[in-house]
């Protein structure tokens, strides 16, 4: 008998634990970290000490920098289960550098890297000391000079190259009669042309001359980018949209259009006679075309199947009778499971890349490898001023190596989109900002706590707003942020941002909070119950922390609770199924640490007072909706 006892209580507390976990759960979702706490640590008590449960308390307190404490949770986890995801070795061993105890940190450590060797999961998760970081964006010690370039405009420029005194670049700038031509959708700007200019040389530097289209044969109404000429002058490689013979855009089957890569011919001064390469395909892109010093290779850009992410770099042989290999992919060396771009292969066969699968400074860095000498040879970051917080990329760089071109999205000195540079560092940075009020009055809200949020989910920074409702931070552009308001007696409110390539610019975000406490109720979202049944869901249970807070910060609070049934079953057993879920409510509410005098009465009025009186013919929906609970303000 004591036996089949402690099963069923060993199957209660089980119940409450699992449901306790789920309603933590959504609070973490909702980046609510303080209030999951709370509901994981109970159902540690409650004997769940599983590896979603332990990891989830180090997250919480991670993501609120709380160091020591996720250390603790983390060393649990990570002790506990052999087993366990490497991001959280990963996290354990940041959490212990940043409370000092290099002796652990390093014994974890040894232990990664040995999962490094049998995991490829953990080889994405790559430990870096923060004196490489520092060291890749400070130009302390370098003396390159970088120059916004004078054909720049408001709109995109990119992928400079120079050869035999003339300058090609891609540009969205395309004009028809002075108007601005039709525009990509994608970005709301025309679409991309090649253009050239003339390079004089004036007091030593060099000057660009007016951009002029570098050939109607090349140049259609869609894309045309990022050129590469062979070293005779005579064949230009390119990237343009798919299109059909009648050159209007040709998709595949889930409509989409991809890049091809095309070559031209110059004849007579003109670049004309334009081939498409067979190494294209219809169901995938390719683009970005690079050649060789020797050009016997052209290197491109795929996301064709078979390689090892987003977009990977492959090469092919350019045969001599001008036929072309089988395509390659350059391997896991050079390519991860992110985007690898823009490949370039400057004069002793050094392979320049742009890439954001591995270590770098923010989004795309440009990246540079001897792999085509040395197949061992590791890639390289080439740091600042090249490199910053935004995209960089389309590196190229003369014969003199000292002189070249890259192209940017996020410097001070940025005219459009992108920008090209000639051979400082600079952090492309927005406002987010907004003014909070009540949903009902729409007045402002002072001291509302805002937080701003990034996409791993770390509170980033934390303000209040003023006496006008407002707040405000400062952000990295091309980012996407959460702005989570919240204040007493209000529900949170959450807002997702996503931050553009333009510096300086303000994003609005307002906060619209809404008040629990409504004239003498507080008020939630409906508490539902299941049919038949008074024990509190655990979506319930999300709401009913709303009136756990309320009370909390108001500890003189009393309220008295109401429920309420559909009218399916009897008058009576209906008003006994009502009062077992009023005082199932108030249980809950007990448990979580609210005293029994705060709570006047729990009273169940079975279907004495329906809301939608339906009859017999109710929907499941309208039964759900009287199926209900109240919570009345007693005593404030």
């Not at 390539?501 to 409906?526: C, H, Q, R, T």
């Not at 005293?595 to 809301?611: F, K, N």
Request: proline share 3%; with cysteine.
């Amino acid at each position: 008998m004591k036996t089949k006892v402690l099963l069923i209580l060993l199957v209660i507390f089980s119940t409450f634990s699992f449901a306790q976990r789920k309603v933590a759960d959504k609070f973490f979702k909702n980046f609510a970290y303080i209030k999951a706490t709370e509901l994981y640590k109970e159902s540690v008590k409650k004997g769940n000490e599983s590896e979603h449960v332990l990891t989830r308390l180090g997250d919480c307190y991670y993501f609120n920098s709380k160091s020591a404490k996720a250390a603790e949770w983390y060393g649990k986890a990570v002790n506990k289960y052999p087993n366990i995801d490497p991001e959280y070795i990963y996290k354990y061993i940041l959490t212990l550098r940043s409370i000092g105890d290099y002796e652990k940190a390093n014994i974890w450590i040894q232990k990664f890297n040995e999962i490094q060797q049998d995991s490829k999961k953990a080889g994405d998760f790559v430990i870096i000391d923060a004196e490489v970081y520092e060291e890749l964006a400070s130009t302390d010690g370098i003396y390159i000079e970088t120059t916004n370039l004078s054909i720049n405009s408001e709109h995109s420029e990119f992928g400079g190259f120079e050869y035999n005194g003339k300058f090609y670049f891609s540009s969205a700038r395309k004009r028809i009669n002075n108007a601005l031509n039709e525009v990509y959708k994608w970005n709301d700007e025309p679409f991309l042309d090649i253009y050239q200019s003339d390079i004089t040389t004036t007091n030593g530097e060099k000057v660009l001359g007016k951009p002029k289209s570098i050939s109607p044969d090349i140049n259609t109404k869609f894309h045309e980018a990022s050129i590469a000429i062979t070293n005779d002058g005579k064949t230009l490689y390119y990237t343009r949209n798919n299109l059909s013979k009648r050159n209007r855009l040709d998709s595949d089957r889930e409509g989409t259009t991809h890049l091809k890569i095309y070559k031209a011919s110059l004849i007579d001064d003109k670049w004309q006679n334009i081939e498409e390469l067979p190494l294209n395909d219809k169901l995938y892109s390719s683009g970005h075309p690079a050649l060789s010093p020797d050009n016997k290779t052209l290197y491109f850009v795929s996301d064709r199947e078979g390689g090892y992410g987003l977009t990977d770099i492959y090469k092919v042989d350019i045969l001599e009778d001008g036929t072309y290999g089988e395509p390659e992919n350059l391997g896991d060396k050079i390519n991860t499971e992110g985007k690898e771009v823009f490949p370039y292969v400057d004069s002793k066969n050094t392979l320049y890349f742009s890439s954001e699968g591995f270590t770098n400074l923010g989004l795309l860095d440009i990246f540079k490898s001897n792999i085509l000498n040395d197949s061992l040879a590791k890639v390289e970051n080439i740091g600042a001023p090249f490199n910053s917080g935004g995209d960089d990329f389309s590196f190229f760089i003369n014969k003199d190596n000292n002189t070249g071109y890259f192209s940017s999205n996020s410097r001070e000195d940025g005219i459009g989109g992108d920008d090209i540079y000639s051979f400082n560092s600079f952090k492309c940075q927005q406002i987010i900002k907004g003014i909070a009020t009540d949903s009902l009055t729409l007045e402002p809200l002072q001291s509302v706590k805002v937080e701003l949020i990034d996409t791993t989910g770390k509170i980033i920074n934390e303000v209040e707003t003023n006496d006008k409702g407002e707040y405000s931070f400062e952000v990295d552009c091309s980012e996407k942020y959460t702005i989570r308001g919240s204040k007493p007696d209000y529900k949170d409110d959450l807002i997702e941002v996503n931050t553009s390539v333009i510096d300086s610019y303000e994003n609005i975000a307002d906060l619209s909070l809404i008040p629990l406490i409504i004239d003498d109720k507080i008020v939630i979202n409906p508490i539902f119950f299941d049919f038949d049944k008074w024990n509190i869901r655990a979506d319930a249970k999300y709401e009913l922390e709303n009136i756990v807070d309320v009370m909390r910060e108001h500890p003189t609070m009393v309220i008295k609770i109401e429920s309420h049934t559909d009218r399916r079953g009897t008058e009576r057993y209906n008003m006994k199924l009502s009062d077992r879920r009023a005082k199932s409510t108030s249980e809950y509410l007990l448990s979580r640490g609210i005293d029994a005098s705060r709570i006047e009465s729990a009273i169940g009025y079975g279907e004495s007072q329906l809301l939608i009186d339906c009859g017999r013919k109710c929907t499941e929906e309208e039964h759900q909706e009287n199926r209900r609970s109240y919570f009345y303000i007693v005593n404030q």
